[in-house]
């Protein structure tokens, strides 16, 4: 299954589904829909092309509502997720959506705490973190544990936002100050854990971070530049080919305008 395939079914299962809406912002915003669909595609396919081994062991890291890992289950990937708070309540209603499309077996899921229980050491070949990778702390504790699960070569995705863009920046400085580590209690854990607070770095900062547990960064991109009016149903596939080809000419704008940052760390 595509990625626009699989898009035009999820849009038909959010249409069913507001409890998923708050999450999933396409409905109710046509200004915004092909914004939103572009970026959503564009981060799926991104981890489609780093993920090709079908006996690869993965492990998903922050699965969230599971939807990623629905999208590799369906084209034949076995992959486990882990995730806190409330997500898990609706993954086995969201199964039984997508199990009249394909097979989902190969998706299986879990509520864990990464800094309580993770995948035995030299075990997984990739590691995926979506929107996930920026609330880990303490974050050289966790990519150890992301080291020592992964395999030698062994390979995390990252799919991220950019810390380096200003215009996100000042959005979360105004949020948030500089209180980008913050403890929460988790109820079905029992304890207090530390998060961080959207705490975005840019890509010398991941690097630099990711390189004191020997890991190396590759396949770097970079994603959403063009602001939504800038979007419409004759220009939408021209749009994304000028993101592409923008960023690999301006070092610029793919520093300080991009919004999305995807990245592979391979382990030494």
Known sequence: MSAEEFFDLFLKELEQSPHLHSYYKFLGNEKSFLFRKAYF?????????NVTDKNAVIW??????????IFLALNGFKVHGTTLEFYDKVIP????????FGNVSGFTYSYENLFDQHPANNTIDIAILQDTLHHLEPLQEALKIFHDTLKPGGKLIAVEENGSNVIQRAKLYKQRGNNRIIEMYDEQLGKTILLGNENIRSTDTWAAEFAKQHFNL???????????????QGNYTKRIAQEK????KNSFLRQYFYFGLNFVATRN
């Open 245 to 248: 080809r923008i960023w690999q």
């Open 41 to 49: 595609i564009e981060r799926l396919k991104y981890i489609e092309r």
């Open 218 to 232: 590759t396949n770097i991109e970079y994603v959403r530049l063009f602001l939504p009016f800038m979007f419409n």
């Open 60 to 69: 998903d890291c922050g699965c969230g509502y599971g939807t990623t890992d």
């Open 93 to 100: 209603q969201r199964l039984a959506y997508w199990g009249q």
